[in-house]
């Protein structure tokens, strides 16, 4: 029978759509994420320190990102990185303590501060890959550093150079003096040069390191230059650290020799590590648990390297391909399973996971204090106890104990939920195939 002229056939490009707004929501999630980041909380808590502690995570986002551009899309592991940064950083303050430019363009100028040092410092440093690389790049570093101090007057010596963001041009009714308006600037460059580096990424020019990455013979025979690829990477690199060092400078105006030596290469390579380097917002992630640590656990405590570096490892062994790696693996995972059969596994493993934290800090804390004594903020409270190097061995003895055995008991669960939600994974797939 035929259908009516008026009826309507279900439309095939339904699902297509579905699919399509569904992985348009997917791709705009995380930037969406990164808007709320930025922009919501100084309108909620607008403090003085949350201002200040969102202004650190905006300027190592993009100083992240910039790393990966060498790490992750052209396999170059640099440990001279925060030598484009700092240099970027000190052109800007100079030029704008001695000409004056609106600071709104400052960040550019200090993009193309880096991008002129990363020219020779690029030229030197292509000319080996691998280890190599890595090794001039640490020597470029360190003679960067030797000269902050051999030019004092050009690089401000101990003191630095410093910037009054007031001598600015006004933009309207905005002097950028109040910490508030000289964020908006920071959090506004931020999304910018994340954009911007986005973007790069999708171009053939990356693409193209990215052959030079994975086989750089092969990139080779069908015409590529391999060391041409990575110097043009460098120099892109260098000019998006510049951006990252001014923004530093605007927050804090002031550039010191500290933010172009050994600890901050060493910083942006931990960040985007532990974020991962596969994914475009990898570092991101890793930037702002690298200032979560740097800035809220280094107010609390001073074995805040120790808790970083303990952290470090356990995404390194646990999760290879960083943070991002892990959270897109269980994702696919909850999406292919489901949340009822995944829940056991998940509780379990949140359960040992905090009770493993809380046995590490305790005896960490406790180490502390009777190191370095209660009186150099070595002392905690644990569960509204106060703890200190004068509490009794035997009941943090005990407490230590009750912990790991919880812990340990959480992880023995864990693991046999793991095992049977693999089981279920082999048995639905081998029913699969025999039908």
């Known amino acids: 029978m035929r259908e009516p002229a008026g009826a309507s056939r279900p439309s095939r490009a339904s699902p297509r759509r579905a699919a399509s707004l569904r992985a348009i929501g997917r791709a705009l999630a995380p930037w969406l994420a990164l808007v709320v980041f930025l922009a919501v909380p100084p309108f909620v808590w607008p403090q003085s320190w949350l201002l200040a502690y969102l202004a650190q995570s905006a300027t190592m986002i993009v100083f992240a ?54 020219v020779p410092f690029g030229f030197i440093a292509t000319r080996r890959a691998g280890t190599a690389f890595a090794m001039i790049t640490l020597g470029l570093g360190e003679l960067v550093v030797a000269a902050a101090w051999a030019l004092p007057d050009w690089f401000g010596g101990v003191a630095g150079v410093a910037i009054d963001r007031t001598r600015a041009p006004l933009v309207g009714n905005w002097s950028f003096g109040p910490a508030r308006e000289a964020y908006a600037l920071i959090a506004l460059w931020c999304l910018l040069a994340s954009m911007a580096m986005f973007a790069l990424s999708r171009t053939p020019f990356m693409r193209l390191a990215n052959a030079v990455r994975d086989n750089p013979a092969r990139a080779a025979a069908i015409g590529c230059y391999p060391r ?26 002031l550039v010191s020799t500290e933010s ?3 600890m901050r290469s060493g910083a942006v390579l931990i960040a985007t590590v532990i974020g991962g380097t596969a994914a475009f917002f990898g570092p991101v992630a890793g930037a702002l648990v690298m200032t979560f640590f740097s800035v809220v656990v280094a107010s609390v405590t001073r074995a805040w390297l120790f808790y970083l570096g303990l952290f470090f490892i356990v995404v390194v062994v646990v999760s290879p391909d960083g943070l991002a790696g892990f959270a897109g693996r269980h994702t696919a995972r909850v999406a292919t399973h489901g949340w009822r059969r995944c829940r ?26 009777a190191q370095f004594g209660t009186n150099d903020g070595a002392a905690f409270n644990l569960a509204g106890v106060p703890w200190s190097s004068a509490a009794s061995p035997l009941w943090l003895g005990v407490a230590l104990f009750v912990l790991g055995a919880s812990g340990a008991l959480a992880t023995h669960c864990a693991v046999r939920a793991q095992a049977r939600l693999a089981g279920r994974a082999r048995a639905s797939q081998s029913t699969g195939d025999a039908r």
Do not use: D
Not at 70 to 92: D, I, P
Not at 234 to 253: C, H, Q, R
Not at 344 to 357: G, I, N, R, S
């Open 228 to 253: 041409r690829i990575r110097y043009g990477v460098v120099v892109l690199s260098a000019f998006f650290a510049g951006i990252a060092g001014t923004l530093g400078l605007i927050n804090l105006e």
């Open 260 to 262: 172009i030596g050994m």
């Open 65 to 118: 990102l910039s790393y990966n551009l060498l790490l992750g899309e052209t396999g170059l592991l640099s440990f001279g990185h925060a030598a484009y940064a700092g240099l970027g950083a000190l052109v800007a303050a100079q030029v704008f303590n001695r000409i004056g430019v609106p600071l709104m363009l400052l960040p550019l100028l200090g993009g193309i501060g880096g991008a002129l040092c990363g």
């Open 344 to 369: 056991a596994a998940y509780l379990w493993a949140t359960a040992a996971a905090l009770l493993w934290t809380a046995t590490v800090v305790l005896a960490v804390q406790w180490a502390y204090a």
